[in-house]
C-alpha cells in the first residue's frame, strides 16, 4: 500500500506542476487590456510566467 500512496503522490506532484506551466504559458500569452482587467501588470506576467514549472 505504501507504494501505490508513493506513487499517487508523485503523480499529482506531477500533474499540479505541469498545470502551473501551461498556466504560465497561457498568462504571457495574455494582452494589456486583459491583464488590467484582471488587476497584473505586464511585469509581474513575465515574472510568474518566466518561473520554472517546479517554483511556486
Aim: glycine share 6%.
Amino acid at each position: 500500500m505504501l507504494s501505490i500512496e508513493l506513487f499517487h503522490r508523485l503523480w499529482e506532484s506531477l500533474r499540479r506542476a505541469r498545470q502551473r506551466y501551461y498556466q504560465r504559458r497561457q498568462l504571457l500569452g495574455l494582452d494589456d487590456s486583459v491583464l488590467k482587467d484582471i488587476g497584473i501588470s505586464r511585469a509581474d506576467a513575465f515574472l510568474e510566467g518566466s518561473k520554472h514549472f517546479w517554483q511556486k
